[in-house]
């Protein structure tokens, strides 16, 4: 009867006792790796934008008088665009 009741107790022993020898070899092995640098470095890029400028234009009235009108044109730009990336190696 002694028996009966210490089979489930050497069971448990033995499995806590496989998990924690198995743990210490994991983190053994994880100290033999070299360390991971890490840092942020600058990446450009360009995005196209439409941006507005003015522009006179003379035109002539039905008289054929010149006057001025002002115009508002827009005109495509490449614009930089400065993004941080993380870079280990």
């Excluded at 448990?12 to 991971?36: D, G, K, N």
């Excluded at 640098?37 to 360009?46: E, F, G, I, L, N």
Aim: net charge positive; charged share 20%; aromatic share 16%.
């Amino acid at each position: 009867m002694l028996r009966k009741k210490l089979i489930p107790f050497a069971l448990i022993c033995a499995s806590c006792l496989f998990v924690f020898t198995s743990a210490q070899e994991v983190s053994a092995r994880s100290y033999a790796q070299p360390p991971v640098r890490c840092m942020w470095k600058p990446v450009v890029t360009y995005q196209y934008q439409n941006r507005s400028f003015v522009h006179f234009v003379t035109r002539y009235d039905h008289h054929g008088h010149p006057y001025r009108v002002r115009q508002v044109c827009y005109k495509t730009v490449k614009v930089p665009v400065t993004k941080w990336v993380k870079v280990c190696y």
